[in-house]
């Protein structure tokens, strides 16, 4: 950063998130401008966008269409009331919405974030239980090392200790599964897995413990983003799906970062092809520019609650800025973007290219896996003993000093560029990462 900048700038006040603010305000990283694949920092020079801001920016930045319709819609209807009120674009984003969602899951109710999504249909698979007359189903079931935002229920769900200990017992009736990664079984693996199945049926230990009728959810992420980029092994989440199924209990894929593309489909759940109850999603559905979340749900669960006397409201659960008019008008942007570039089917036809990028790295010093699926991929480098974290800090700040900008879970490299990125620049990004590797001590 410029020192002229440095003395002008007061960054006391600002409270930064998932942040070593003290290490940060010693030595800050800031950008002021985006376009395409590329970051610009306050002190001019070009950052590659090697994780699409924190997973969101699918169609790139600085997209001409989406400020346009932001602007418009600014201008038109800059807010209206979400509860018992509605407003066009709202109806007309969802109907577009649930035609990209797998067969069925044609329901769609609005929040703001991918946590409140995660929150949101936790709740909601309460509620359906309830609805239906099964009201002890009332355990919710995470995975370790999963990452599902930060709400108590995500919190409560999430499986990363860092994000739980802090915070106190959290929800109570709360179980999580093992967690899939194993690098003695799996390093290096290209694309899934082949070892791990069998760690669904931990499910059925924890049926075999609670009964199956006290448990109402399983959420999982089809691909473990936040945690290190874990891909779920051959058969897994097929596993999930038919315990699940055979005693009842829902099935939540949390896609806030695998929905809108990032596999080559429109959801990850259409790439392994397996449907679950609901979907969570955020980040990509506005392409980051305007904060949004959906869930997505079977029209049967949406029917559950359609019962009773039609005055009366039925599901008590909702937000001030559900379905904001800014953040659908940006989202309507985004789909045409999506669907004229054919964003969402894009990492099919560079998936191999990026696999390939990634796994030449191998050989560099400490480097003890690589993954990658879709558009997604890991290096995951050796920790320094009695210092976890702290190779991978080094690599984060060493590659925004080269030119390259990701982000890391520990020592975890993890990496899912906008979907715009090309076959050259997939090399420009792999060949700092290169060097960064190299000098990274
Ligand atoms: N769920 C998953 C799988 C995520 O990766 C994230 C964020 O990275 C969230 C939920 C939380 O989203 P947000 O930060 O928008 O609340």
């Known amino acids: 950063m410029s020192t002229s900048l440095k003395n002008e700038l007061d960054l006391a006040a600002y409270w930064m998130p998932f942040t070593a603010n003290r290490q940060f305000k010693a030595a800050p990283r800031l950008f002021s401008g985006a376009s395409g694949v590329f970051y ?16 969101c920016v699918n169609a790139g930045h ?23 009120m509605g407003h066009p674009k709202a109806f007309e984003f969802a109907s577009r919405l ?25 709740k909601i ?42 915070f106190g017992t959290l929800l109570a009736g709360v179980d999580h599964l093992p967690h899939t990664h194993n690098l003695e079984a799996n390093a290096f693996s290209r694309g899934q897995p082949a070892w791990g199945a069998h760690l669904a049926d931990a499910l059925l230990d924890l049926i075999a413990l609670h009964g199956a009728d006290t448990i109402a959810a399983v959420i999982v992420e089809p691909v473990a983003g ?75 669960i949406y029917e559950a609650f359609m019962k009773g006397p039609e005055q009366i409201i039925e599901l008590f659960h909702g937000y001030t800025y559900s379905g904001h008019p800014i953040a659908c008008a940006a989202g309507l942007a985004t789909l045409d ?14 998936a191999d290219a990026w696999a390939d990028a990634l796994h030449a790295l191998r050989d560099l010093p400490n480097v003890i896996d ?18 976890p974290g702290a190779r991978g800090y080094d690599a984060l700040v060493a590659a925004f000093n080269s030119g390259l900008y ?36």
């Open 406 to 441: 990701f982000r890391t879970a520990g020592d975890v490299i993890a990496l899912s560029p906008p979907l715009t990125i090309t076959v050259e620049q997939i090399g420009q990004l792999a060949d700092v990462l290169r060097k960064v590797l190299l000098g990274v001590k």
């Open 125 to 166: 698979a309460l509620a359906y239980h309830r609805a239906r007359g099964e009201g002890h189903r009332t355990r919710l079931i995470g995975r370790e090392r999963g990452y599902h935002g930060v709400g108590f229920g995500g919190t409560s769900v999430g499986g990363m200790v860092n994000n739980r200990r802090a």
């Open 226 to 300: 936040s945690t290190g980029v874990l891909v779920p092994p051959v058969g897994y989440l097929e596993a999930l799906r038919a315990i699940c199924d055979k005693h009842g209990i829902l099935l939540i894929f949390d896609e806030v970062i695998t929905g809108f593309g990032r596999l080559g489909q429109p959801f990850a759940s259409q790439y392994f092809g397996v449907t679950p109850d609901m979907i969570t999603t955020a980040k990509g559905i506005t392409n980051g520019a305007v904060p949004m979340g959906a869930v997505f749900a079977r029209d049967s």
């Open 370 to 387: 690589i993954r990658n699926l879709g558009l997604v991929g890991a290096v995951e480098l050796a920790s320094r003993p009695g210092a």
């Open 98 to 122: 649930a035609k990209l969602a797998p067969a069925g899951l044609n329901r769609v109710f609005y929040t703001n974030s991918g946590s409140e999504s995660v929150d949101t249909a936790l």
């Open 337 to 350: 973007i999506y669907d004229r570039e054919q964003l969402l089917t894009r990492a099919n036809s560079i």
């Open 40 to 55: 610009r920092t306050v002190d001019g020079r070009d950052v590659i966008d090697g994780s699409a801001g924190l997973w």
């Open 62 to 84: 600085g997209r001409r269409e989406i400020t346009d319709a932001v602007a418009q819609q600014l201008h038109e209807l800059d807010y209206a009331p979400s509860f018992q």
